[in-house]
């Protein structure tokens, strides 16, 4: 630009030279004439001279006014390296503030995972189908919460160790940046100091929180044990209740009768009841044994009530005569069965209908004085009743029981004994076309039925009291998550302020000439500030979620801890803002997902399975802000007036920034230089933040990358 500058004034010059006026054509008088005003002004027009004059002027008014801009631009790139220093050194704190986050959301994510895996496979043990899986739940459960236990720890000592060098790394990436802004001729010096220098983190939440599994273990397993025995008692009471239904009515209803041998044939083929009073069932599960009490308390009262002899002769009325005593004797003893159930125990009488003469004189049949007598030809016989011929010819002589005349000679029309009521239900005993055959099949399945019940409500209680310590094993160690979070708060939290400095420069040649004198400029000095502000337009789970993707990737295939629950842990983790309601929505699915039980075994489980949501929900955790804080500038003082700031304020910032050594790049010694002690206390450029133990040895190193922090997790982030 000057160079065009001095060649257009060149070509003026010459051109003013040419054109001026021959001497011959001045006025007379001239110079003296005029006081010398000809000397710049000729007829109207300026003279060579006054031209000479200002572009001398206005030389001297361009090298010197760009001598100024340049100088001016030395002092702003001083202020550019300052502001580049305190960007970088916030970065850092931005950069652990989110790798703390990350790893305090992995561990409770994990921990969250491994008390769900755990609190599914309780329940599991209670389901039918999913009990061969669900021990390897509950252990799979408990390995990741030990991995957790393992992560916490590691993670509380690797968080305490950088922040305990997160004063010298705020510096050091400080002192890169400033650096950075050096040209060929402008060396420029500074750093950042963290404010406050010391930390109020608290990581005893992660230090001291190792979760025990023992007493989880122990009750899973008294579980299981009380599970499997409570599943063979039930499988052992619906073989017996299958068998009773059998005898009932375990047949098809769409066949002709005949095409099923049980109660309901039986009574459907030999009476009229209603389906109402004969109802038949197609399944033992719906059946219950009362259907078939009351089914023989219907058909012995129609049988009784409809009971006639099928000839007029004695011999039928005899045997009608029999078989009315023995409805009338069933009727009544049905009448008095029951099968009753309170809960704790099951209880039951069914009578026992005698099958032959023997079994008959064990009951009132036998006793019972209501047959009547008559004495012919001075001995006294038993008669079906009165209207036998032998006893109209006879002399009536009171009522007796078949007991009384046991052995004694019958009667020679009726032939009435004991053994008339014998042969009432000896043949509807013994053959499948008698009602009495499977009633009695039905009372044998029957009572192995309430045997096996009261068993299966014994080891019911048992196993319900296994859950109940289940639960509280599980509800007193998942208690273990709902303490307080970590508190983040690392040296630098309140903001950063930086220093920078160069050196003495003098204005480049080209600036430099016979219109200015060299421009020499002294050391100049800059203080910058910057704090942490919340970036609104960051979707929450964005790192979290980039975080778990490459944590995948590099577990590959793991069997054991990792494998089949890497989603359970992600999909905690992405939604760690939230992670109550993820928690609960998480552990909602997982138990809906093993299936509905049925029977006691599908009580209990139902019932686990509220109480360990129940666990889940109770712990209230509060949503965390997953915002990411990003460095902005601020006015320095805000910081330097802060809390915790060991700077006095600006006039003690400017002692300290004239103290900066130029040149130094140590940050250590730059800090010292400012009064401010740092330790470094990270050796090599990749420190491993935390690790997370696999199965089966090795692990996932999660390592920070020293030199520029940024990203914060190196191969995680």
């Not at 619906?238 to 047949?251: I, N, P, Q």
């Not at 599960?285 to 002769?313: C, F, I, M």
């Not at 900066?660 to 470094?680: F, H, M, N, S």
Request: some cysteine.
């Amino acid at each position: 630009m000057i160079r065009g500058l001095l060649h257009g004034i060149k070509r003026f010059w010459s051109r003013r030279v040419l054109t001026r006026r021959p001497s011959c054509h001045r006025k007379r008088g001239g110079f003296m004439g005029r006081a010398g005003v000809d000397l710049f002004i000729e007829d109207g027009a300026y003279t060579t001279l006054s031209s000479a004059v200002v572009i001398l002027v206005v030389l001297t008014l361009l090298f010197s006014s760009t001598a100024a801009i340049w100088s001016m631009s030395r002092a702003g790139d001083t202020q550019v390296a300052a502001d580049s220093g305190a960007l970088a050194g916030a970065n850092v704190v931005s950069s652990y503030h989110t790798a703390a986050t990350v790893v305090d959301a992995s561990i409770l994510s994990l921990g969250l995972a491994g008390f769900a895996t755990i609190g599914t496979g309780l329940v599991a043990i209670l389901i039918p189908g999913a009990e061969p899986v669900a021990g390897n739940m509950v252990d799979t459960g408990i390995e990741i919460i030990k991995t957790r236990n393992k992560f916490a720890k590691s993670a509380s000592e690797g968080l305490q160790k950088i922040e305990t060098a997160l004063p010298y790394l705020i510096a050091a990436r400080a002192t890169q940046a400033v650096s950075a802004q050096d040209t060929d001729s402008v060396t420029y010096t500074g750093t950042a100091l963290a404010v406050p220098r010391t930390s109020e983190s608290d990581f005893a939440a992660l230090k001291g929180s190792e979760i025990s599994t023992d007493t989880i273990k122990d009750t899973s397993d008294d579980l299981e044990c009380a599970a499997e025995e409570l599943r063979k008692a039930s499988e052992d009471t619906a073989k017996a209740k299958e068998r009773a239904w059998l005898a009932d009515c375990g047949g098809s209803d769409k066949g002709s009768v005949g095409s099923c041998s049980c109660m309901w044939e039986r009574a459907k083929s030999l009476t009229d009841l209603s389906g109402v009073q004969n109802p038949h069932y197609s399944s033992s599960v719906t059946w219950e044994p009362q259907v078939a009490l009351d089914r023989a308390k219907d058909y012995y009262h129609w049988r009784l009530t409809n009971e006639k002899p099928h000839g007029s002769s004695v011999e039928m009325k005899a045997e009608s005569a029999a078989r009315k005593a023995f409805y009338t004797y069933a009727s009544a003893e049905v009448d008095r069965a029951h099968i009753t159930e309170n809960g704790d125990r099951v209880s039951s009488y069914i009578p026992l209908l005698p099958r032959n003469s023997d079994e008959v004189r064990a009951t009132e049949l036998y006793t019972d004085a209501v047959w009547p007598t008559s004495v012919n030809d001075d001995k006294a016989y038993l008669h079906y009743g009165t209207t036998c011929p032998n006893y109209k010819k006879g002399t009536p002589s009171g009522f007796a029981s078949v007991a009384d005349y046991d052995g004694q000679d019958k009667c020679s029309k009726c032939h009435f004994g004991v053994l008339s009521l014998g042969a009432v239900a000896a043949p509807s005993t013994s053959i499948e076309n008698g009602f009495e055959y499977h009633f009695d099949k039905f009372k044998d399945a029957l009572e192995d039925y309430v045997d096996c019940r009261n068993k299966e409500l014994e080891l019911e209680r048992q196993t319900e009291d296994e859950a109940d310590r289940a639960g509280n094993a599980f509800d007193t160690a998942i208690k273990e998550l709902s303490g307080e979070r970590p508190r983040i708060a690392p040296p630098g939290r309140n903001g950063v302020v930086a220093f920078a400095v160069s050196g003495d420069i003098t204005s480049p040649d080209q600036l430099n000439s016979s219109f200015n004198t060299a421009v020499e400029l002294g050391s100049r000095g800059a203080i910058s500030a910057a704090v942490l502000a919340p970036d609104e337009a960051t979707a929450q789970n964005n790192v979290l979620s980039r975080f778990f993707s490459t944590l995948k990737e590099r577990s590959g295939s793991v069997a054991g801890v990792l494998d089949g629950v890497m989603d359970v842990w992600g999909r905690l983790l992405v939604g760690y803002g939230d992670i109550q309601g993820s928690a609960d929505e998480l552990m909602d699915e997982m138990i809906k997902g093993l299936g509905g039980g049925s029977g006691a075994l599908g009580s209990i489980a139902s019932w686990l399975g509220d109480t360990v949501s129940a666990s889940v929900a109770a712990l209230g955790l509060e949503p965390c802000d997953l915002r990411l804080r990003k460095p902005v500038l601020t006015d320095s003082a805000n910081v330097i007036k802060g809390p915790g700031s060991d700077i006095a304020g600006l006039s003690q910032a400017q002692d300290k920034l004239r103290s900066i050594p130029l040149g130094v790049t140590d940050p250590k010694a730059l800090c010292e230089a400012l009064e401010y002690q740092v330790e470094r206390t990270i050796s090599g450029t990749v420190f491993t933040l935390a690790e997370i133990p696999l199965p089966g040895g090795g692990s996932i190193p999660l390592t920070v990358d020293v030199a520029t922090l940024v990203g914060a997790l190196g191969g995680g982030s």
